[in-house]
């Protein structure tokens, strides 16, 4: 049996644990035994390997080429103009070898210093304490506590759970959170048991305590990165494309070198004045403005995409996201920015959607307590981010909020912030939330969701 199909004590048994934590000697030897719980890295390129490949891909390698040819051309017969023309090739060369490595190195230090915004500490259970350490000292069989808005640190067997739901996208693709409980679950993977966390996953709501069953490259999230990470790495399109057209360019600006070189020949010049005739068709058959300008559309494109919330690392994988013809999938969160919406409502016995009503505020305002129930109950955390609203939590309940925000007027809803909030206890009902709210008087708003469609109510 694995531990998601164990009771709580069964899985606490097997890990060795107990509900008040490991010792601190327990813990050393763990540590010692499974190491730290972080993702293990494959050692990159060295930044000076990666800097030279810039300068030595094929077509540059025929840049160089061209080059010194036009320099041994210009040694040959002087005042010609052909070191210019070297000089011209060398700039091309140096600047997109440049601009290539820098937009390379500048994206890796975004996504670097990405990572370390993450959550770095979680609070455990130790010798019957409660502490706080750091995510990569976690062992397992130590006890986490976990909360609405938490990220999960690694792969956990839960304890308890009070209405604990936790959003997989991250490593499932699950477009909607997950509930969670402690029963054993019958399932034979672990990533769809009930009863498990995923490392790299996220609370949505709700609080539970958990063991950690596996950590670092053990999780489930360190299969995948170790997955990604051995990958082979071939070629894009365009850099077979480039490398193809590379070829065919080389082998006719030589051919049509040589065979100039011989109707020179045919027409008695003499053998060096054929030969440096024959380096400058060569040379001038040689597009020295291929590449920056292949380099420059694609920084353009990876600047669009930056502004798309996009992070690129490297500029060919621009044109492969644009080479996919075809994308078999089951998972709706993999394909959409993960958000829902609130695309219509039935108001005044028919259908319309948020905009139709913005155009009837009377009809927002006979229903004001619609839209006071999906603006007050709920278990979001707001803040405000650069001037805008902004909300954390469970996707619904934000696209809710969302829509009474802005389909009804303002005078008929009211911030949740400015009134006092009671929130009452977790229902027994599956996927129904309740809050008090103090005006005048308690009034009281319920929420109940049946198949992903919501409910809404409110009582004095």
Known sequence: ?????????????????????????????????????????????????????????????????????????????????????????????????????????????????????????????????????????????????????????????????????????????????????????????????????????????????????????????GKIAHLTQTAVKGNSPLQTEIIRLSRIIAVL???????????????????????????????????????????LALAMATQRMAKRQALIRHLPSVETLGAVTVICTDKTGTLTENRMAVSSLYLGGKLMTPTELQRQPALAQQHRRFFEDALLCHNLKETMHQGHWQALGDPMEIALVRMAKTSATPKSTKSRSTLTVSACPPSTRPRTVCCCIAKAHWKCYCRYVNKYKPALASSR
């Open 253 to 295: 600006a030589l051919a049509l070198g040589v065979v100039f070189f011989f109707i020179g020949h045919s027409m008695g010049l003499s053998f060096w004045d054929n030969f440096i005739f024959a380096i400058g068709i060569i040379v001038a058959n040689v597009p020295e403005g291929l590449l920056p300008t292949v380099t």
């Open 1 to 221: 049996m694995k531990i998601h199909q164990f009771t709580t004590d069964e899985a606490l048994s097997s890990l060795h644990s107990r509900h008040d934590g490991l010792t601190q000697a327990e813990v050393a030897n763990r540590l010692h035994e499974y190491g730290l719980n972080q993702v293990d890295v494959v050692r990159a390129e060295s930044l000076v390997l990666r800097f030279i490949k810039e300068f030595t891909h094929f077509f540059a390698l025929i840049l160089w080429l061209a080059a010194g040819l036009a320099f041994f051309a210009e040694a040959r017969q002087p005042g010609g103009g052909m070191d210019t023309l070297g000089y011209a090739v060398l700039g091309v060369i140096l600047i997109n070898g440049l601009f290539s490595f820098w937009q390379q190195y500048r994206a890796e230090h975004a996504i670097n210093a990405l990572q370390k915004l993450l959550p770095q500490h979680v609070k455990i259970m130790r010798d019957g304490k409660l502490e706080q350490i750091s995510v990569a000292q976690l062992v397992p069989g130590d006890i986490i506590l976990l909360q609405e808005g938490d990220n999960v640190p690694a792969d956990c067997r839960l304890l308890e759970a009070f209405t604990l739901r936790v959003n997989n996208a991250t490593v499932t693709g699950e477009s909607l959170p997950q509930a969670r409980d402690a029963l054993p679950s019958t399932e034979e993977n672990l990533e769809h048991s009930r009863n498990t966390l995923l490392a790299g996953t996220s609370i949505v709501s709700g609080e539970g305590r958990a063991v950690v069953s596996a950590t670092g490259m053990h999780t489930e999230f």
